[in-house]
């Protein structure tokens, strides 16, 4: 952008004459990250400049002559340079970091002021937050609450949603929640070591993220130096996603080491930090650990969580007065460890057992290539590539007590065979080897083009590959860990891996160059997945997400001599999430039947027969799961107060979820009294017993598209100046969330095995549409108070959070099916008559409608603590407590007297920091 600078020009009538001269250059922070919001001055002269994404600047139309440029920014040291200008210069502007006292820091997410909605939060933030793990910062976010840690279970993420139910059937948003450290992209699209169809109760169940993305227990957080949430519509830079993305920068350069150690009600953290700046070698190099160790409870020392990180990154730079090289690389290795051990006293301690043991490892590298001489069209070139492979191991030991004669039944193709009979107890065993490996690389470009209007545009690709190298799960089949398990191990490295190949392109420009003007971001992203059977829908198929953010800014206004800056933005976008290797090949699912029970009490005359239908639930109509988003926002400054507003729409029609499917089993039932026992002397054959031709249904879930996400809500934030002398202060932020989850699909239901029908079981099944769905809503507001004293050299910071109500309903469903299938395949509708049917009537669920009322529950208010002691510049000591104080009152619903407590045993932490 051209700004003809005709006041100031030198008066010397040499140069009255002479020839326009521009100088350019970049402006950015100390870590040479692109740096706007600057103010600048010429020859104390103040101009409006402004700067593109990659930091650029120009200013054209000067004279030569004598200049003083001064640029400054909050947080930043002012730089002031004095140049004289005989022809074209380059200027660059590196802003060194400031210390500022602690009443500076936010310690909330400060609202994004990039296109879209986003929060951006800082490493003194998070300093003040004292977090243990990720889950912890979420806090800060518009909607957000604080509670206490559960790191001894899987914590995803659920962005903008009200009350999230927790299950399974919806975590498709969780799931397509984006997560990038330094660029590099975590995923596990290729994570198979899910144990919930080996066991009736699954004691892995509550630590697998198989379906539910990333596990935010894994990630450290005492290295991050910024996060910015971006909650609202992303660039097209980011692809395979449903929901929001979170980009996570982590500390680079020179850094004293730093030690900090971490206690609260259940957990105990530990961590140690050191960056050094060859300044002459233009080279920085950054080391770290940390160690994390949480139980269940005070009182539950069987039950922990563990957390061993560590991490080695690496910058050098090479530059000319043409070109700058910039290599940034990282080896990352991260473990975590689940474990139950049983109380001694108990009957299972020496026998159940449960460990679960995740290690990644992780080798990142970016080059990034700048282009210094800005008359080029190409600004910069960007490369980077990213290894991540997972050694994830679970062992289980667990003790099965049949109650009564049980078949063994082991069979690996449709038949029937002879089986055998379980023992009356015994210990299963059971090991799962999940490697999954990922491979991600990235090519962007950036280019600038003038048409009268500035264009800065983005292209690039990127490519990713997911395989899974484990053994898969591992067991004794004779000694299996469910009794009626309908699965069979399997390995994991058989089979196929998958790629996305993508590419990108977008265009950032702005419209007028006044006091009116419109910001806008129009991108589109087009993708396909590949090595895929041709069977699959989605083999070969392109996709498209087209994205737009806008932002209009509108005319300064002057109040009492300040400005008053103001704008509205708006944006709409599609986002689209491709299944995982555990949607895409679901094991196959084993249904067996008993067709021969004869259990002699001559154990060496039993006999069992059984017969088993193998069914393979891979759905090849699987399709991808998509999110149309739009929102609209408004924001508001004045005199360094801020109020912003933003109303979002999320809607999600085809999210990932199983879906019931019934089959017809067509087999034989032996009459044990065909022999008798009494003269029995050997044990008999098959062909022995007199056999009936019998046929049942069974049913078993398959993978689709099966289930709804709809979204709405309003998030706000005011962020006052902090008030002088009282150095405080004020932020009041929070969120109505309304969320709405629903069964997409219709599914299959076989009849009860009560409903008799000619002695025969399980005769019919029934087809049912609007099968389930759920309504939440919750609306919330933080205040938050931080003060700082400076002769105390003390921080306080106080907190009020109140949900104002939260509200839940079952969504009304019908009691009863569209139609039925009988046992000759035959459909019919389902009638009134039906349903006194002896054996039809059992499809009537005849729910009580007292199940559809809305759930009102009202005010929650909790006071939060926090005090941070700067001890020189050495040492840090900070405390916090949540709940210090409890407003939770008594109220009424449908005639019935609801009593709350209103204390709440408050959770107390401490930390202490070291600096060396």
Do not use: C
């Not at 107060?641 to 089993?665: K, S």
């Amino acid at each position: 952008m051209k700004y003809v600078l005709t006041s100031i020009l030198l008066s010397s009538s040499l140069q009255l004459f002479a020839q326009n001269i521009d100088i350019s250059g970049r402006i950015t922070d100390d870590s040479n990250q692109p740096l706007t919001g600057v103010t600048v001055t010429l020859n104390n002269n103040a101009i409006h400049l402004q700067i593109d994404l990659l930091g650029r600047y120009t200013l054209s139309g000067l004279q030569p002559g004598k200049y003083t440029i001064k640029v400054s920014h909050t947080g930043y040291k002012t730089q002031v340079k004095t140049i004289d200008l005989l022809q074209p210069r380059r200027i660059d502007f590196r802003m060194v970091s400031e210390t500022i006292n602690i009443q500076e820091v936010f310690v909330t997410a400060k609202e994004s002021r990039k296109l879209g909605s986003g929060s951006v939060i800082d490493r003194k933030a998070l300093q003040v937050l004292q977090p243990s793990s990720f889950t912890d910062i979420l806090e800060l976010l518009p909607g957000g609450r604080a509670v206490d840690p559960t790191l001894t279970s899987n914590n995803s993420i659920n962005l903008r949603e009200a009350n999230p139910i927790g299950s399974s059937a919806y975590q498709t948003n969780s799931l397509g929640t984006q997560f990038s450290v330094d660029g590099n992209i975590l995923n596990n699209s290729s994570m198979l070591g899910s144990t919930s169809q080996l066991f009736a109760t699954d004691p892995n169940k509550n630590r697998d993220n198989t379906f539910s993305g990333i596990d935010m227990r894994t990630i450290s957080t005492d290295n991050i130096e910024k996060v910015e949430i971006i909650r609202g519509i992303p660039s097209v830079e980011y692809g395979n996603l449903t929901s929001g993305v979170l980009l996570i920068d982590r500390i680079k350069g020179q850094t004293p080491i730093n030690f900090r150690a971490k206690v609260d009600g259940t957990s105990k953290l530990f961590a140690i930090g050191k960056g050094f700046d060859f300044y002459q070698k233009k080279y920085k190099l950054n080391f770290d650990a940390d160690y994390l160790h949480s139980n269940e409870s005070p009182y539950d020392i069987y039950t922990n969580f563990k957390r061993i990180n560590a991490s080695i990154r690496g910058e050098k730079a090479w530059d000319n007065a043409q070109y700058s090289l910039k290599w940034s690389h990282a080896v990352d290795i991260n473990t975590s460890l689940d474990g139950d051990r049983f109380d001694p006293d108990t009957d299972y301690a020496t026998t159940d057992n449960y460990k679960a043991t995740k290690r990644n490892y992780s080798l990142y590298n970016k080059l990034r290539w700048d282009n210094l001489q800005l008359t080029q069209p190409l600004r910069n070139i960007e490369f980077s590539n990213a290894i991540n492979f997972n050694n994830n191991a679970i062992s289980i030991d667990k003790l099965i007590q049949p109650t009564s004669a049980t078949l063994l039944v082991d069979a690996l193709e449709t038949g029937s065979q002879e089986a055998s009979y379980l023992t009356t107890a015994y210990l299963s065993h059971v090991d799962v080897s999940d490697k999954p490996l990922s491979i991600n690389s990235k090519l962007i470009s950036n280019w600038e083009m003038d048409f009268g209007v500035k264009h800065a545009i983005k292209i690039g690709g990127e490519f990713n590959y997911s395989k899974n190298l484990g053994f898969g799960q591992r067991y004794d089949t004779k000694l299996p860990p469910n009794p009626g398990i309908s699965v069979r191990p399997r390995s994991f490295k058989d089979i196929p891996a998958y790629s996305n190949i993508s590419t990108f392109a977008e265009d950032h420009f702005t419209i007028g160059t006044g006091a009116i003007r419109f910001e806008n971001s129009l991108g589109v992203r087009a993708f396909s997945l590949l090595n895929l059977d041709n069977r699959y829908a989605l083999s070969g198929k392109i996709n498209l997400d087209p994205r737009w953010n806008g932002r209009l800014h509108l005319p300064e206004l002057s109040i009492q001599g300040k400005p008053l800056t103001w704008s509205i933005g708006g944006g709409y976008g599609k986002q689209t999430l491709s299944p995982t290797l555990a949607y895409l090949y679901p094991a196959m699912v084993y249904k067996d039947l008993p067709e021969l029970t004869y259990y002699h009490n001559n154990p060496e005359y039993r006999l069992a027969w059984a017969y088993t239908e193998t069914f393979d639930p891979t759905n090849y109509q699987l399709k991808n799961a998509s999110t149309q988003k739009w929102e609209v926002s408004a924001d508001l400054a004045f005199n360094d107060n801020r109020f912003t507003v933003t109303y979002f729409r999320d809607r999600m029609d085809n999210g990932f979820g199983g879906a019931t499917t019934a089959a017809r089993l067509a087999y034989t039932k032996y009459d044990n009294s065909s022999i008798d026992p009494n003269t029995l002397d050997h044990k008999p054959d098959i062909s022995e017993f007199t056999g009936t031709a019998q046929a049942q249904y069974e049913t078993y879930q398959r993978y689709d598209n099966a289930t709804s996400t709809n979204k709405e809500g309003v998030e706000y934030q005011f962020t006052s100046r902090r008030i002088s002398g009282l150095n405080t202060r004020f932020t009041i932020n929070g969120a109505w969330f309304r969320t709405i989850n629903s069964n997409s699909l219709p599914i299959a239901e076989n009849i009860s095995s009560a409903a008799i029908t000619e002695g025969k079981i399980k005769q019919y099944y029934a087809i049912y549409t609007n099968t389930e769905g759920f309504l939440r809503e919750a609306f919330n507001s933080n205040l938050i108070i931080d003060s700082y004293l400076p002769k105390l050299g003390l921080n306080l910071m106080l907190s009020a959070q109140n949900i104002w109500f939260k509200k839940s309903k079952t969504l009304e469903k019908s009691d009863l099916p569209v139609g039925y299938y009988d046992i000759d395949q035959q459909y019919h509708t389902y009638t009134e008559a039906d349903r006194t049917d002896a054996a039809l009537r059992y499809f009537d669920k005849k729910e009580d409608p007292i199940i559809y009322r809305m759930n009102t529950v009202p005010i929650d208010l909790q006071i939060n603590f926090k005090a941070t002691k700067h001890i020189k510049d050495k040492l840090r000591i900070a405390m916090f407590v949540n709940r210090l104080w409890t407003y939770t009152p008594t109220y009424k619903q449908y005639g019935v007297i609801i009593q709350r407590k209103n204390f709440t045993s408050p959770y107390f932490g401490m930390e202490l920091n070291l600096t060396l």
